[in-house]
């Protein structure tokens, strides 16, 4: 998920700051999605979907579509 994730935000010409505030969060947790060091909660992992217009299973790489 976390290379995934990374790969979305610059796809979209996002910065951390920017997800940070979508998600209303704090910098560091993003990044520590993105490093994979943290898993997001259902309703961040829900929020990311939105935001990525991707579905759950592809950013949890169950499947590589969209």
């Not at 560091?28 to 993105?34: H, I, K």
């Not at 991707?54 to 590589?64: C, F, K, M, N, P």
Request: neutral net charge; charged residues 35%.
């Amino acid at each position: 998920m976390k290379e995934r994730i990374k790969e979305l935000r610059i796809e979209k010409g996002l910065k951390l700051k920017d997800v940070a505030e979508y998600l209303n969060l704090n910098v560091r947790t993003v990044y520590r999605y993105e490093d994979g060091t943290r898993e997001p909660s259902i309703s961040i992992l829900i929020k990311l979907c939105d935001l990525f217009d991707v579905s759950a299973d592809y950013l949890i790489g169950r499947t590589d579509n969209y």
